[in-house]
């Protein structure tokens, strides 16, 4: 059974001490995968965070791809002027992903796919450290480590049209239960090209029922910051974060809930079950007590 370790500590020293949990695997030339987010974001990782995790990796690099929908970020040059506006580069090299093309990555055991576009540089690196804002969503419902690589790995041309589209179709014509089993394929193309060496850290801080893509007109969040959770399991970090997020009082509950279940986000974590991505039991570690 799978350990996920749990601290309430959302600060540089809270993620750091779990990230010396699950860190046993991480080797080589490391890319920390995360969510560059909109112009302002208000939602974003807290660079104080990110910063901690960047320094204690020596020569690791920030990673994210262009993306599908109309944004600044559609464009590498426009994304560069993203992340610049977001204080990224003050501090750590950013690599996008599909800067130069995509790559094919081999999907085992789908149903949709037998392989899903990656950007290219991917293949540049080692291992990965997949840091997550966890959150809402507005397809898949909930966003953790498995949204995270699925779509965020995803090249902005070809990858995320094949996740979101059905040919001849309108451009998000791909929603609920498909939609989370071509994430959780995605993911697990992902997984399997660094397993054993990528590890998950999701952060359960301003989980608005909102994107970060949704920069500035992303929703407040209703529900309490409940801390970080870490693993060397994508399905079970995404399931504990799940677990504790639903222990949360009905009135502060209800907004994610609702956002969660009316995508059918939870059949990420079925689907994931199915296809072996990972495990939905586990054991939690409270790293507070």
Not at 35 to 40: I, L, S
Not at 188 to 204: E, G, M, R, S
Not at 258 to 287: C, P
Request: with cysteine; proline share 4%; hydrophobic share 35%.
């Amino acid at each position: 059974m799978p350990k996920v370790y749990f601290t309430r500590d959302i600060s540089p020293q809270g993620l750091l001490k779990l990230y010396h949990q699950v860190n046993q695997d991480i080797t080589g030339k490391v890319v920390i995968k995360f969510h560059t987010g909109e112009p302002h974001g208000p939602n974003l990782l807290p660079r104080d965070m990110v910063k901690a995790l960047i320094d204690d990796v020596p020569g690791s690099v920030l990673a994210d791809t262009n993306v599908y929908y109309e944004s600044p970020r559609q464009t590498t040059a426009g994304h560069r002027e993203t992340i610049h506006i977001n204080g990224w580069d003050k501090f750590a090299t950013v690599d996008i992903l599909d800067e130069e093309g995509a790559v094919m990555l081999p999907v085992h055991g789908g149903k949709h796919f037998t392989a899903m576009s990656m950007g290219s540089h991917i293949k540049n690196y080692d291992s990965m450290i997949v840091l997550t804002h966890f959150k809402g969503h507005t397809m898949g419902g909930f966003g953790g480590s498995i949204k995270n690589i699925a779509i965020g790995c995803a090249d902005g041309k070809i990858g995320k049209k094949m996740l979101h589209t059905y040919p001849g179709q309108d451009q998000w014509s791909i929603c609920k239960k498909p939609f989370m089993e071509n994430m959780v394929e995605s993911a697990k193309a992902t997984v399997d090209y660094f397993a054993p060496h990528i590890t998950f850290l999701n952060v359960l801080r301003r989980m608005s029922v909102d994107c970060d893509c949704m920069g500035v007109d992303a929703a407040e969040p209703t529900i309490r910051d409940i801390g970080i959770l870490a693993s060397t399991d994508i399905l079970a970090v995404d399931q504990a974060s799940i677990d504790l997020v639903y222990q949360a009082p009905a009135k502060e509950l209800h907004d994610i809930k609702k956002r969660i279940e009316s995508r059918e986000g939870l059949h990420q974590l079925v689907y994931g079950a199915k296809i072996g991505l990972g495990s939905r039991k586990y054991e939690l570690i409270d790293m507070d007590k």
